[in-house]
């Protein structure tokens, strides 16, 4: 299971939502954690037109269990129509690092680019940016700002396919300059440090020769100031870490979830005047509610026995069938709706 599951919905040792009249019940100790402090960060999103792109440490794209055709991998069905190739399935997700697995795995002998190339997709393929050329500039009207310029590395894994329709993909790096403001830390013994988050993705490409390509990409840069810090706060103690849950097919869950004995649903059980009543069962015949249940009549829930009647009336709830002319279910209690 885990701390979201619903056996843990409750517990007051896992993370989730809490009410507002309960934020203070359990915070009993303050605690000392080391964490990376972020003192400022920004957003930027910008597009770049006709980037030109070099790509290095190129690989095919094979299956994973075997290499497949070098004409078209398997899985994949392609069609190619002089230098323009479409293949089925291309879009799926597929790192550098399993491309150069596969490949190393590979039983067969593997094929060499053929012919003009055609882009199909890149993305970038880490979410941590390299900054390089950083310079930072304190303002004198605003002593809590700086002046933030650096070029920010962006990777990125481009998808293309030769003229065999054999895919292949190569790395490749975006650069973005940023100039933008940021709030500084004051100086400390322990120094701040600047680290950026990106992502990117690209909209159109196209080949330009001698391993270039030219495309269009979105590119998303975070950029964060920080500082490895001991700070503390409260807390509501240390998580119980559940055990894991295997997953399978729970087809025992909803038996094991019934009670061990049955329960009665019935308000008032009559059974003791029943018995006595001398009430005819469903053949007609006069004697015990115990008979006429044996006898395949059964027993209502109220406060008298009902009278011995000809009509099946069926629960709309549990589906009960019972030839009496009770109004209640005599095993879930809900209202004996279908009349046969």
């Not at 030109?52 to 075997?66: F, T």
């Not at 975006?174 to 100086?187: A, F, R």
């Not at 015949?285 to 395949?296: C, H, L, N």
């Amino acid at each position: 299971m885990s701390f979201y599951s619903y056996k843990n919905a409750n517990s007051e040792y896992c993370p989730g939502e809490i009410s507002a009249n309960s934020v203070l019940t359990g915070l009993n100790k303050r605690v000392c954690i080391q964490v990376k402090n972020v003192y400022d960060s920004a957003l930027s999103q910008e597009q770049l037109n006709d980037k030109e792109v070099v790509i290095q440490n190129i690989v095919p794209v094979l299956p994973s269990s075997s290499c497949g055709s070098a004409s078209a991998p398997a899985g994949r069905s392609c069609i190619c129509n002089g230098n323009t190739c479409v293949c089925a399935g291309a879009n799926q997700p597929i790192t550098h690092a399993e491309a150069v697995e596969n490949a190393e795995n590979s039983t067969c002998p593997l094929p060499t680019p053929y012919g003009n190339w055609t882009f199909e997709s890149c993305r970038s393929s880490t979410t941590a940016g390299a900054i390089s050329n950083l310079s930072i500039e304190r303002l004198c009207d605003r002593p809590q700002y700086g002046r933030v310029r650096c070029s920010v590395e962006v990777p990125v894994d481009v998808l293309f396919v030769d003229q065999r329709c054999q895919e292949w993909m190569g790395q490749a790096s975006i650069t973005v300059d940023k100039d933008v403001l940021l709030c500084i830390p004051d100086d400390s013994v322990i120094p701040f440090t600047l680290e950026s988050l990106v992502s990117a993705i690209c909209v159109s490409g196209s080949y330009k020769g001698n391993c270039t390509f030219e495309i269009t990409i979105c590119v998303t840069v975070v950029l964060k100031v920080l500082a490895e810090v001991d700070i503390l706060v409260p807390t509501y103690g240390f998580c119980e870490v559940p055990p894991a849950e295997e997953f399978a097919e729970n087809v025992c869950d909803e038996f094991f979830s019934l009670p061990l004995f049955p329960q009665s649903s019935c308000a008032f059980e009559n059974v003791g005047s029943m018995a006595g009543s001398g009430v005819a069962g469903t053949n007609g015949a006069a004697g015990s509610g115990t008979a006429s249940a044996a006898m395949g009549g059964c027993y209502t829930c109220g406060t008298a026995a009902p009278a011995a009647t000809a009509t099946a009336s069926t629960c709309s709830n549990c589906g009960t069938t019972c030839l009496s002319g009770s109004s209640l279910c005599p095993r879930c209690g809900c209202a004996m709706t279908s009349i046969s």
